[in-house]
T-cell receptor, first 109, second 114 residues
Framework: GQNIDQPTEMTATEGAIVQINCTYQTSGFNGLFWYQQHAGEAPTFLSYNVLDGLEEKGRFSSFLSRSKGYSYLLLKELQMKDSASYLCAVRDSNYQLIWGAGTKLIIKP | DAGITQSPRHKVTETGTPVTLRCHQTENHRYMYWYRQDPGHGLRLIHYSYGVKDTDKGEVSDGYSVSRSKTEDFLLTLESATSSQTSVYFC?????????????FGQGTRLTVV
C-alpha cells in the first residue's frame, strides 16, 4: 500500500528553527509537495521537490532524498503566524496526490 | 487567490437523507477533485474529474457520486448520508496533471450527519 508518515504534532519557540520530516512509500514518484493549513482553512501550496536536494523560498526550505523516501520542511525565524498544520503529499505513478495526515506545529512565545 | 467557491460551507443533515455539495471554479481548470479530511488521516480522494462528463473514482468513493455538466461546476452527492460521512470536504482544482502542478483548494464544507 501507499503510506506517508509525518509527526502528529511539534512545538517550537518563536524565532527558532524547526524541521518537519516526511517519509513516504508510494507506487511511483512524480514529485513531493508541502502545503500549509491554518485551522479551519484550506491548504495552501508551499513548495515542490522532484529532484534530490534543497529548495529554498525565503524562510521556508524543503529537502528531498528520493533514494531514502524522505523529505523535510525547514522553517526559520519562526513567527506566531506559522502555527498551522503542514501537509506532505506525493504525486504517485498515476499522477494522483497521496497525502500525509499532517503535522500540527505549535509556536510558543 | 484561485477562484474556487464551495457551497454550503456548513451543513447538518439527518442519516439517510441525500446531500449535494457544490464546487464552482472561475479558473477554467480541467481537473477538479473532491477530498475528505478527517482527524488522523490525510486528505483522501473521493472522486475526481478530468473534463465535462469525465469522472473517476478515488480511494474512498463508496456512498458518493459526482457529476460535472459544466467546466466550472463539480457536484458531490451523498446518496444516503451516514454518520461515517461526517467530515470536512474540500474541493480542489489543477490546471493539468503534470508532476509539478499545484492544487488549489476551496474553503471546505463542514458536514455533520446526525
Amino acid at each position: 500500500g501507499q503510506n506517508i508518515d509525518q509527526p502528529t504534532e511539534m512545538t517550537a519557540t518563536e524565532g527558532a528553527i524547526v524541521q518537519i520530516n516526511c517519509t513516504y512509500q508510494t507506487s511511483g514518484f512524480n514529485g513531493l509537495f508541502w502545503y500549509q493549513q491554518h485551522a479551519g482553512e484550506a491548504p495552501t501550496f508551499l513548495s515542490y521537490n522532484v529532484l534530490d536536494g534543497l529548495e529554498e523560498k525565503g524562510r521556508f526550505s524543503s529537502f528531498l532524498s528520493r533514494s531514502k523516501g524522505y523529505s523535510y520542511l525547514l522553517l526559520k525565524e519562526l513567527q506566531m503566524k506559522d502555527s498551522a498544520s503542514y501537509l506532505c503529499a506525493v504525486r504517485d505513478s498515476n499522477y494522483q496526490l497521496i497525502w500525509g495526515a499532517g503535522t500540527k506545529l505549535i509556536i510558543k512565545p | 487567490d484561485a477562484g474556487i467557491t464551495q457551497s454550503p460551507r456548513h451543513k447538518v443533515t439527518e442519516t439517510g437523507t441525500p446531500v449535494t455539495l457544490r464546487c464552482h471554479q472561475t479558473e477554467n481548470h480541467r481537473y477538479m477533485y473532491w477530498y475528505r479530511q478527517d482527524p488522523g488521516h490525510g486528505l483522501r480522494l473521493i472522486h475526481y474529474s478530468y473534463g465535462v462528463k469525465d469522472t473517476d473514482k478515488g480511494e474512498v468513493s463508496d456512498g458518493y457520486s459526482v457529476s460535472r455538466s459544466k467546466t466550472e461546476d463539480f457536484l458531490l452527492t451523498l446518496e444516503s448520508a451516514t454518520s461515517s460521512q461526517t467530515s470536512v470536504y474540500f474541493c480542489a482544482i489543477t490546471e493539468g496533471q503534470e508532476p509539478n502542478t499545484e492544487a488549489f483548494f476551496g474553503q471546505g464544507t463542514r458536514l455533520t450527519v446526525v
